[in-house]
């Protein structure tokens, strides 16, 4: 097991990407905290991990509430002793043209990306720093913290500026033995991504099928959304990884829409 009685804190992670992370963490041998707006799924998936032999809890936390954020670690670090690993994965989408985009959606969106992970990582590191045992700080990015689409101007401003934010705690978490990096996924067919292709295809004024085709995985080398498991497997390298050989860094996975 790669993380055995290891600690994680993973946000949004009652469903998709972040569930999918939460289980196989759980399947490692980690405890997880699994941290989600909705308490109700939140345990509900603590309860299938729990079923399945693992160790985990639900915690309701909205990440950009900052008196939620720091309560919900604190309990984390109560019941589990601890916070050797947070995965900053909440997030939503908004799709609109720059001209016709709300101030107030505008908001939403960086407070969610931005604002929910620099709190629940000033609250980890606090603990990680504490304990002595170094950490593993993993952001969820995207293909768009690397290149823009149309309509998700908020979208690709934020997980941009993940990797400022990870670049940074690299270095300050270094000499803690805390490591930063950023997953930066394809198209991943979760709810987030189901509710685009609609919304896509009405504002680009073309069939859905188009938009998968045409727009969301025109670039890949196959044709393929990347998958909840692949985005997991590297969840798991990360935490796992036992040095700061490997900090300060984005890894794509996304069939290869984007190269490096």
Known sequence: MQLKDKVAFVTGSAAGIGKEIAVLYAREGAKV???????QAADATAAEIVASGGQAIGVAVDVTDEAQVDASVAEAVKVFGGIDILVSNAGIQIVQPVDEFSYADWKKMLAIHLDGAFLTTRACLKHMYAQGRGGSVIYMGSVHSKLASVLK????????????????????????????????PGFVRTALVEKQI?????????????????????DTVDGEFTTTADVAQVALMFAAF???????????????????
């Open 242 to 260: 036992p040095t700061n050989a490997l900090t300060g860094q984005s890894l794509v996975v996304s069939h290869g829409w984007f190269m490096e």
């Open 153 to 184: 101007a908020p979208y690709v401003t934020a997980k941009h500026g993940l990797i400022g934010l990870c670049k940074t705690v690299a270095k300050e978490g270094a000499k803690h033995g805390v490591r930063a990096n950023v997953i930066c």
């Open 198 to 218: 609609p919304e896509q295809a009405k504002t680009l004024g073309i069939s859905e099928e188009d938009v998968i085709k045409k727009v969301m995985l025109k």
């Open 33 to 39: 905290v699994i941290a989600d707006l909705n308490k």
